[in-house]
């Protein structure tokens, strides 16, 4: 199983971006769950938003309403769409998979990770 993070890079205060997350080699992708995290230097990985496999949501206070998680299972692609990006923002953002839990938001839950992707905001 792998997943693959893409998507981050240099975006100024006020700007977008839009991660993707697509699973490989993972059958019934549609029953996982899908959780963003992220990582800034010197502090632990925090869970950003989470999707069940029915389309439940999470999203962490520090992101909501700014940042929209999706999904296309028939892609087994899960998408994070980040507005208003903030300099406190920047961390290595990863995607990682789970199917015991309808939702988690603790890292330990999760089964799979992805490779990470960087995203920086800055002027």
């Known amino acids: 199983v792998q997943l693959q993070a893409s998507g981050g890079g240099l975006v100024q205060p006020g700007g977008s971006l839009r991660l993707s997350c697509v699973a490989d080699?993972?059958?019934?992708?549609?029953?996982?769950?899908v959780g963003w995290f992220r990582q800034a230097p010197g502090k632990e990985r925090e869970a950003v938003s989470c999707?069940?496999?029915?389309?439940?949501?999470y999203y962490s206070d520090s992101v909501k309403r700014r940042f929209t998680i999706s999904r296309d299972d028939a892609k087994s692609t899960v998408y994070l769409q980040m507005n208003s990006l903030k300099p406190e923002d920047t961390a290595v953002y990863y995607c990682?998979?789970?199917?015991?839990?309808?939702?988690?938001?603790?890292?330990?839950?999760?089964?799979?990770w992805g490779q990470g992707t960087q995203v920086t905001v800055s002027s």
């Open positions: 080699r993972i059958q019934d992708y549609d029953y996982y769950a």
């Open positions: 990682a998979a789970e199917r015991t839990l309808p939702i988690a938001t603790v890292a330990a839950e999760y089964d799979y």
């Open positions: 999707i069940s496999n029915s389309d439940a949501t």
